[in-house]
Structures are given as structure tokens and as C-alpha cells.
Nanobody
């Protein structure tokens, strides 16, 4: 399984970005999938999860601003990020866990200027 993130970039505070995580390889379903982020000097943290049932969970810091969704036909999971804040600046990674193996993408940089 290979994961590839895209859609990061530089945006002003209050703006929006949509990240994509495209999966390839031996994958039956695009979900479950999670988004994590890691800011400079900080530990990687869980941002959002879409479970096998399609239910979603979010970190308190992004609740109401970020939305995780999936498109099984495109083997892609999205993270819509609205009302971005400078503290959202980080490298964002998608990851999944299948048959005892954890997979990570290479990461996508999101920078929010104040």
C-alpha cells in the first residue's frame, strides 16, 4: 500500500485548503484512514479519523473547522481545512493500518500566515 498526500501550501489565516491522500497498491477500501500533523519541535498528533463504518472523529483543536471524507471510487481521502490558524502550520500525514502493518504518506506542508 502506498499513500501520497497533496494539496498543501501557504495560506493566510482564515483561509482554506483541501488535502488529498491517494492510496495505491493492495487496498480493498480506502477507509479506515487518519490524518496526523507534526509541527516543528512538537510531537506528531492525530487530527482526524474516518473509521471503517464511515464515522469520523476529530481532535478538539480542529473540531468544527476540519472535515475528513472519502471517495472509494477514487481511492482517496480528503481533509477539508477551513478557518485556518497559524497554529495549524505543520506537515500533514495520512496513515492507515492494514493486516498488522502501518502505512504513512510522505507528508504535505501546510503553512498558515498571520
Amino acid at each position: 500500500v502506498q499513500l501520497a498526500e497533496s494539496g498543501g501550501g501557504l495560506v493566510q489565516a482564515g483561509g482554506s485548503l483541501r488535502l488529498s491522500c491517494a492510496a495505491s497498491g493492495s487496498i480493498f477500501s480506502i477507509i479506515p484512514m487518519a490524518w496526523h500533523r507534526q509541527a516543528p519541535g512538537k510531537q506528531r498528533e492525530l487530527v482526524a479519523v474516518i473509521n471503517s463504518s464511515g464515522s469520523t472523529n476529530y481532535a478538539d483543536s480542529v473540531q468544527g473547522r476540519f472535515t475528513i471524507s472519502s471517495d472509494n471510487a477514487k481511492n482517496t481521502v480528503y481533509l477539508q481545512m477551513n478557518s485556518l490558524k497559524p497554529e495549524d502550520t505543520a506537515v500533514y500525514y495520512c496513515n492507515t493500518y492494514r493486516a498488522g502493518v502501518t502505512y504513512w504518506g510522505q507528508g504535505s506542508q501546510v503553512t498558515v500566515s498571520s
